[in-house]
């Protein structure tokens, strides 16, 4: 296996030290919307809204990364990115590699090697047709290129530390469930580097929700997994993190932990899913790059469950079980 192949490759210019994100934030707000991995789900972007409308005070919304993936249509990135770039977002290695002309990176993913060569050419492939779209509309992808690769929010006095991939690379992969396994003490230094009491990212494409103390507190991760696509076996819901100083008035909140005065949860975002396979099919159809690595799982969701996300002081919220079963029968 080819470890500087297109895909695998973690480009220099991704990588940045934990302690960048002790700073002053950017934003501050009472109730955060994190949306990562939207992957040009156009119902999942209509949902999120919705979602956001339910909630009696203003949300404020970051997409931090890849909410580009499966719109290779004109209309589709047009509105994706419009819409995407009227709130806060970082770029992910989509939105990076959809902006640069040098393709030696291919997706960007910075794949490990679980991942098969097969998986990782099809995700080139994705990326180069995705890129032709990209450059019929320039004026979006020159908004795209200077995105920033994080961003630090404040909500209710606490430090949310807001990234793509880990606190070390916009693709790493140290918040991939078998990663956050392997990797606790190196999570406590990336919290305590970056003054952060909650780190939100995305990337991996499979959620993970994870406590763990310091000497300055309680802290926690979420990774969302992905807010276009299901995340969880015989579920066709995505997933966002909600950080607020309010409990979360949604059904569908899946778990979640507090800390302090401060609510972290992760919620489902019940898109409309016959719309969206059509959407999807129109773009990639049987036999093609998209639908060979990613039908299945739109259909089906992946091998992953709760269950297995959740580490630390992270817990399933008590209607959850009876929202999964309504998820089951959409």
Not at 1 to 19: E, F, I, K, N
Not at 191 to 214: K, M
Request: proline share 5%; glycine share 8%.
């Amino acid at each position: 296996m080819d470890d500087t192949a297109p895909g695998r490759v973690c480009p220099l210019h991704y990588r940045y030290q934990p302690s960048a994100l002790a700073r002053e934030p950017e934003v501050h707000a009472d109730t955060l919307y994190v949306i990562g991995g939207l992957y040009g789900n156009i119902p999942a972007l209509d949902a999120v809204q919705q979602l956001a409308q339910a909630e009696s005070s203003a949300v404020t919304q970051i997409y931090n990364g890849d909410f580009n993936w499966f719109n290779k249509d004109t209309g589709g990135f047009r509105r994706i990115n419009e819409t995407v770039l009227a709130h806060h977002a970082l770029r992910g290695n989509v939105e990076t590699e959809l902006a640069a002309d040098d393709d030696t990176a291919g997706c960007g993913c910075g794949y490990p090697d679980s991942v098969s060569d097969a998986e990782v050419g099809r995700s080139n492939d994705i990326l180069m047709q995705l890129r032709v779209a990209a450059k019929a509309i320039p004026e979006l992808r020159k908004r795209l290129a200077i995105l920033p690769m994080h961003m630090v929010a404040d909500v209710g006095g606490m430090r949310i530390a807001i990234v793509h991939g880990d606190c070390e690379s916009l693709a790493g992969w140290q918040y991939d469930v078998s990663g956050r396994a392997d990797n606790a003490d190196r999570l406590r230094q990336h919290f305590s580097d970056s003054n952060a009491r909650v780190i939100a990212s995305s990337h991996t494409c499979l959620p993970v929700a994870s406590t763990v103390a310091i000497p300055s507190g309680t802290c926690a991760l979420l990774n969302n997994g992905a807010a276009g696509m299901p995340n969880f076996a015989g579920t066709r819901y995505g997933v966002l993190t909600r950080v607020a100083t309010t409990p979360s008035p949604h059904v569908g909140t899946l778990y979640g932990t507090r800390i302090d005065e401060i609510y972290i949860d992760a919620v489902a975002i019940h898109y409309d899913h016959e719309r969206w396979q059509r959407e999807f099919l129109a773009n990639w159809p049987v036999g093609s790059a998209g639908h060979l690595s990613y039908f299945s799982r739109i259909v089906h969701g992946p091998r992953h469950t709760p269950e297995a996300a959740l580490f630390g002081d992270v817990r399933m919220h008590h209607d959850n079980r009876q929202m999964k079963n309504k998820a089951r029968g959409h």
